[in-house]
């Protein structure tokens, strides 16, 4: 569906490591980006969702077969925590959208911390990851999703950060939104 429908082109899939802990980090602009992040990568990535999604009986478990774990936004939510820590214990990958929620243009400007403490904490690589196009999928009030183009490109791995110092941490996640934008700023 990626390529037929939606015409996606992916960049940068040599860049993928193919086991291990992994914790990538994206922009947001669609309902459509887990998938297509997944898809993308060309592994399983486990992904935080806000938990109002799992009261949506059919769409809790379809989200669920995909990894998909609750999250209480606007707070340290110690479950999800716990919940991401153990899937990069199990060798998985954590996708984490770096804003935590989408943006209308998919460009990161509030870039969250919890990202790199995940990656601290696991001693995870950091794989940052740009998805174009997406915001156009969806029109208000419409229900069936445009054939529009999608680009993604992934970036280089990015090492764990050494500790959970606040200003380390702050400073990898800036260096991260910073790649993903330019990687989004080329477009298709």
Known sequence: MFHAYFRGQIYGTENVPQAGPLVVVSNHASYFDPPIVSNCVRRPVA??????????????????????????RGNADRNAIRSALEYLDNGWAVGVFLQGTRTPDGR???????????????????????????????????????????????????????STNKEELETLTQKCATVINEMHDLGR
């Open 108 to 162: 990161i400007t509030d870039p969250k911390r919890g990202a790199l403490l995940l990656a601290a904490k696991a001693k995870a690589p950091i794989l940052p990851v740009s998805v174009w196009g997406t915001d156009s999928i969806l029109e208000k009030g419409s229900k069936i999703p445009r054939a529009v183009t999608i680009t993604v490109r992934i970036g280089n791995l990015i090492d764990a950060p050494s």
């Open 47 to 72: 992904y935080m969702a806000k938990e109002e999604l799992f009261n949506i009986p059919i769409l809790a478990q379809a989200i669920k077969l995909y990894g998909a774990y609750p999250v209480s």
